[in-house]
Structures are given as structure tokens and as C-alpha cells.
């Protein structure tokens, strides 16, 4: 089949997404009301609350919640075939995402603004949310310690994406202080900003770095590994003006230019798709399609993440109550999109399927890697770039969208901490700096211990980071569904996705355990324990709070 | 005309820019400020709470000037009232 018609079935579906199932959940379900006094106008302050324009909140909505996870998930989920990947993708952002999202916002938003995890404790019980601290926390060390052995398995593989990656850190440095003083406006630092990235990007492959294969006996995937944090944990205690917030932008403009590329290069092009529709030759050792699939492509179908992102700062800055079916729902399409991106690349950007094959050797491999090599031969055959120079772009793309994350789930994590500080009274860790030691501690504690000294063990936790991020969501969808119920509207589309999740997060998690079990492998075994812990702990959370409410409604219908 | 549209249209787009420029870190760096602010204030009150301040000759000036954020500190900080002896606010 030929890229180009994938393309137009998934953007097409899902648009038609957009117009139909989101206008039927905001009208018939949400029941948006444009009257509505939002949060941003209640309790308008110039700091959190502010009404946003609402193309303004989506841009920032949307490039929050993109990550490098929905392309590190489809580009590994593509090993059973490009068919299962690209079906979940696209009706996970259609029923799944899309509601989630937008459901996150809403709940937010008529609860003056509240996170998810405070609305737990309200709408659901106080046991969910302390539940509720351990899946954010779960979930924000294995995003660190995955996004930082993507990384440097990427700047290993691609040697000539290290001078503009490193760069474009000094090119935020300085747009940051450009902006801060007031030298200059900001559309003038943009332009500038991304030709010297572009620059950087274009040097990059004659200026190639290298690190030594081992240093003190340490290899140098763990040295980049070490490197990384270290950056991470200088970068998350900056003020945010000076590093943060620059670099964020110029990864905005990155994702606009980056998306527009590959799409561009594809309908210039018309790549085949050479990898098979259904692999039924998988690799030996490849875990069964159902319902590994569901936890291997989290972001781009459904990801919890984006209800942290949707009741903690969106729905503080909403205009009109109306808007959310934009922001929320169009938000978790622009990352659908991304994703599809991912598929297209990295199914059709092989020669021949022997080429694919000998990529996807066994379950795990592909990711990031093969993103990168698929979409650099696209955008050579679609837009005559150097293939050397396209692969640079496209690593330098998925570098700062993981590094940014990286700094932020860091910069999360220590606030975990010091609130721990404070709730348990221990003072040196409501300090910044022990507190960020801590986080970054235990980030690289798993990063080395799941894999062994190489730190290569990080992509092993990547399934089990996609059941956290599920339950995560399973979560928020919790919140909406009660509350929908408490309102008496319909339930199933909210409650259908839940329970999908959760028969498949368990189902997924006990698959992995009994493959922990087999490997002798208990420091994953135990941290899955933990996590299935979590996960039948919120399935019976939810159908306790679930049959009350409905025998509570019947009850009040009866009288 | 043509250039003036253009012109407009640049101006436009500048101020969408600095909007998704700004958007998310606002809250971030407003309440950086205000607890820079707040520290300062602290240093021009010092003398109230029974710190010595050397420059006070100076900060007595400022402390009119800074009676209202006083009030939204108070405020913040969970005291109806002004917590210091000798200095109401409100």
C-alpha cells in the first residue's frame, strides 16, 4: 500500500473525529456551556488564572503534551505489523484520547481548576489519591530513565547529531537572555533562533563527536547516560526564563517545521509501505499483539500525561468553556498525527522489507533509531535532502523533545520530594538541591539497574512505563466517568474506555511479571508487582465507587 | 496601503508569537517575582518586626509606597490582618 493513502485515511478519520464524535461529546455529553464563568475569569489573578486566546492555549497544550513517547511507541509497536499499530492509533486518539483529554479539562474546569490528582480525592475517595502521588511518581521515573537511554543510544548511533543537539542548548541559553532583557522582539528571535539551529544542524555532520568506547570501565552509553542527568539536574534548577521556556519554544517551532517535513516529504515521494500489514513471522521472543500493543503505544492513542498537563495548567488559562473541545480534543489529535508520522516513517522508510526486518530483529528494537533512519531516507527521496544531514535533523527533533521532558519530569520529581519533605517533616528535603540529588538518584537507578552497567536497560521499562501512563489515565477517566454519573448523563464513553484500559493494563502487566519471573530479573519484578498493585487497586476503586453511584441514582429515580 | 497591511500583519503575528512565547512559564516566573518581591519587602519592614536595618532612614519612605502589596501579603499568607504591632493595614 502506498504511504500517501495511510496518511489520508488517518488525518481524514480522525478529522472526521473532530467534527462528528467531539461535537457530539461536547454538545451531548460535556454539555459545553459558552456562559459558563471559567476558573481563568473566576479567580483572574495575572499568574495562574488568565483567560488565553485559544489557539495561543493549544499551542501550548499541544507541544506540552508532545513528547518523544508517541515515537518511541508506534516506532516500536510496528514489529506485529503496520496494520494494529496504525488501527489503535488512530481510534485511541478518536475514543480514547480526544475524551480523555478533553474530558481532563473539563472536570478541571468545572471544579475551580483543580488537578486531576486533588480532584481524586474529591470526586473519588481519599485512598485513590494517595494512590494517585505513587502512579505520578512511578510514571515520572521511568519517562526520565527511558528518554535518557533513547538519547544516548541516539547520540551514538548518529554521531553528527552531538555539536547541534548540545548547541541548540547554547542557542536557548542566549535566546533567553535576548528575550529576558529586551533586546530584541520575538519574532525577530525566532527567525534567528531556528537559522541557528538549522545551521547548527547543517554543520553537524562534518563536525561528528564521538565519545571513547570506555572510560574508567564505564561504556559510553553510560557516559552519555551520566551526562544527561547531570545536565538535567543543572537544567531543572535554572530559572525557568533562562533555559526551560526557550528551549520549549524553539521545540514548538521544531514540531511545526518537523511534522510539515515529513508529511510534505511523503506526498512528494509516495514511499510503499515495505513492512508487512500483519507480521505473522514476529520475531522470536515477541510478547502476543493483545495486549502488549495497548501498553507499547500509550502516547498517540491515550496517555495519562496529558491529564497532569490538562487540569494542572490548561484549564487554568481556558477562555470560554466551549474552547476545550479544541484545545483538548484537537490537542490530542495533533499528537495522533505525530504518531501516524512515526508509522508512516518507520514502515515505509526502508528499501525493502529485509531492510525492515533487519531493524526489527527482536522485540524492543526500532524506537527512536529507526524513526530516524526511516524518516531520514523519506525526506532524502521526497526532498533530495543529504541523507546524513536528514538523519541530524530528525535526531536533533527527538533529542529536544525528550530532553525537554527529561528536564521538566525532573524538575516534577523534585517538587514530589520536597513535598514529602514536608508532609513527613524531614527538612533537608524540602531543599532544592538534595531534593533534585534524590530524583535524579533514583532515575538512575533504573536506568542501570534494569539493564545492567551499560545503562542500555532503560528501553527494557518501556512497556511497563506504557501501563503506568494507562493507569494514569484510567485514573483521570475515573474522575470523568464519576462524574458524569453524579450528574446523571451517559457514562459508556467514558466508562468503555476505562475498563478497556484496565483489562488491558492488568492483562499486559501479568504477561510481563510471569516474563520478569522467568528472566530472574526482580528488580523489574518487583516494580511491576508494584505497579499491578496500583492497577487492581484503581479496578476496584472504580467498581466500588461506580455501583454505588448507579444504586444511589436508582434509588433517588425510585423514591 | 499593501505595506501598511503587511506591517499590521507582522505586528499581528509578533504578538501571537510573544503570547505562545509567554503562555506557559507566566505563572513560573510571576511567582518568582513575587517571592523576590517579598523578600524585599520583608527587608524595608525589618525594623517594624524589631530587626535593625541600617538603611531605614530610606526604607521609611518606601513603606507607604508598599502598603498595598502588604495587605495582598497578609491576605496570602492566611492573617486577616496586619500581623505587626503599631502597624495597621487594614
Known amino acids: ?295 507499547t503505544i500509550a502516547c498517540g492513542a491515550i496517555s495519562g500525561f496529558h491529564g497532569l498537563v490538562a487540569s494542572g495548567t490548561t484549564s487554568k488559562q481556558l477562555d470560554k468553556e466551549t474552547d476545550l473541545r479544541f484545545v483538548g480534543y484537537f490537542g490530542a489529535i495533533g499528537e495522533g498525527s505525530l504518531s501516524l508520522a512515526t508509522i508512516i516513517a518507520v514502515t515505509a522508510g526502508f528499501a525493502t522489507l529485509a531492510d525492515w526486518q533487519a531493524v526489527y530483529h527482536s522485540f524492543g528494537q526500532g524506537g527512536v533509531t529507526a524513526f530516524v533512519q526511516g524518516g531520514a531516507n523519506i525526506l532524502q527521496n521526497g526532498l533530495g535532502l543529504d541523507v546524513d544531514l536528514a538523519q541530524t535533523l530528525l535526531t536533533v527533533m527527538a533529542v529536544l523533545f525528550a530532553g525537554t521532558t527529561m528536564d521538566t519530569g525532573l524538575r516534577l520529581q523534585r517538587y514530589i520530594f520536597q513535598e514529602w519533605g514536608n508532609i513527613y517533616n524531614i527538612k533537608w528535603m524540602e531543599k532544592a538541591a538534595p531534593a533534585t540529588l534524590l530524583a535524579v538518584g533514583t532515575c538512575l537507578l533504573l536506568a542501570f539497574g534494569a539493564g545492567g552497567a551499560d545503562g542500555s536497560g532503560g528501553l527494557l521499562i518501556w512497556p511497563l512505563f506504557g501501563t503506568t501512563n494507562q493507569l494514569l489515565a484510567g485514573l483521570t477517566l475515573l474522575v470523568v466517568t464519576t462524574m458524569l454519573v453524579k450528574l446523571g448523563r451517559p457514562m459508556y464513553v467514558t466508562l468503555i474506555p476505562l475498563l478497556f484500559l484496565l483489562v488491558m493494563t492488568i492483562y499486559a502487566l501479568l504477561i510481563q511479571l510471569m516474563g520478569f519471573y522467568h528472566k530472574s530479573d526482580w528488580f523489574l519484578f518487583s516494580l511491576d508487582l508494584v505497579v499491578l498493585i496500583a492497577a487492581i487497586w484503581i479496578a476496584l476503586e472504580s467498581a466500588g465507587v461506580l455501583t454505588r453511584l448507579v444504586r444511589e441514582n436508582k434509588a433517588s429515580k425510585a423514591s | 496601503m499593501k505595506i501598511r497591511a503587511i506591517v499590521d500583519w507582522v505586528k499581528n503575528a509578533n504578538a501571537y508569537a510573544t503570547e505562545v512565547y509567554n503562555a506557559p512559564y507566566r505563572s513560573a516566573i510571576a511567582r518568582a517575582k513575587r517571592d523576590e518581591d517579598d523578600l524585599f519587602m520583608m527587608l524595608v519592614f525589618s525594623e517594624l518586626m524589631g530587626v535593625p ?36 493595614c487594614c
Not at chain 1, 37 to 61: C, M, Q, S
Not at chain 1, 117 to 134: N, Y
Not at chain 1, 181 to 201: C, D, E, F, H, P
Open chain 2, 53 to 88: 536595618n541600617p538603611a531605614s532612614y530610606y526604607t521609611l519612605e518606601l513603606q507607604p509606597l508598599l502598603l498595598e502589596r502588604f495587605h495582598q501579603w497578609h491576605l496570602r499568607m492566611g492573617m486577616e490582618h496586619s500581623p505587626l504591632d503599631g502597624f495597621r
Open chain 1, 1 to 295: 500500500m502506498n504511504a500517501i493513502l495511510l496518511m489520508l485515511l488517518g488525518l481524514g478519520a480522525m478529522f472526521l473525529g473532530y467534527v462528528i464524535y467531539s461535537k457530539f461529546i461536547a454538545e451531548k455529553i460535556f454539555k459545553l456551556d459558552p456562559n459558563f464563568r471559567t476558573p481563568a475569569h473566576e479567580f483572574e489573578d495575572g499568574i495562574d488564572f488568565v483567560p488565553t486566546n485559544k489557539y495561543v492555549l493549544w499551542g501550548h497544550h499541544f507541544t506540552s503534551v508532545a513528547g518523544a513517547a508517541p515515537i518511541i511507541g508506534p516506532a516500536i509497536a510496528v514489529i506485529w505489523g503496520w496494520v494494529p499499530a496504525f488501527l489503535w492509533v488512530v481510534f485511541g486518539t478518536i475514543f480514547f484520547a480526544g475524551v480523555h483529554d478533553a474530558g481532563a479539562i473539563w472536570a478541571s474546569n468545572r471544579n475551580k481548576a483543580r488537578s486531576i490528582g486533588a480532584l481524586t480525592g474529591d470526586v473519588v475517595g481519599k485512598r485513590s489519591q494517595s494512590l494517585f502521588m505513587i502512579v505520578i511518581f512511578l510514571v515520572l521515573l521511568m519517562v526520565n530513565a527511558v528518554f535518557a537511554t533513547a538519547i544516548s543510544g541516539l547520540l551514538i548511533n548518529f554521531p553528527s547529531s552531538v555539536v547541534p543537539v548540545w548547541g541548540a542548548i547554547f542557542v536557548a541559553l542566549i535566546i533567553g537572555q535576548v528575550i529576558f532583557r529586551k533586546w530584541m522582539n520575538l519574532g525577530t528571535v525566532s527567525i534567528l533562533g531556528v537559522i541557528a539551529l538549522y545551521a547548527l544542524i547543517y554543520a553537524g555532520p562534518s563536525f561528528p563527536i564521538e565519545l571513547p568506547e570506555t572510560v574508567f570501565g564505564v561504556s559510553d552509553n553510560a557516559q552519555w547516560i551520566l551526562v544527561l542527568f547531570a545536565y538535567a539536574a543543572i537544567a531543572s534548577l535554572l530559572p525557568v526564563w533562562m533555559l526551560l521556556q526557550p528551549r520549549d519554544y524553539i521545540n514548538g517551532l521544531q514540531l511545526f517545521i518537523g511534522l510539515f517535513l515529513v508529511y510534505g516529504a511523503v506526498l512528494i515521494s509516495g514511499p510503499e509501505l515495505v513492512a508487512p500489514a500483519f507480521n505473522t513471522n514476529v520475531p522470536e521472543g515477541t510478547p502476543s499483539l493483545v495486549p502488549l500493543l495497548f501498553v
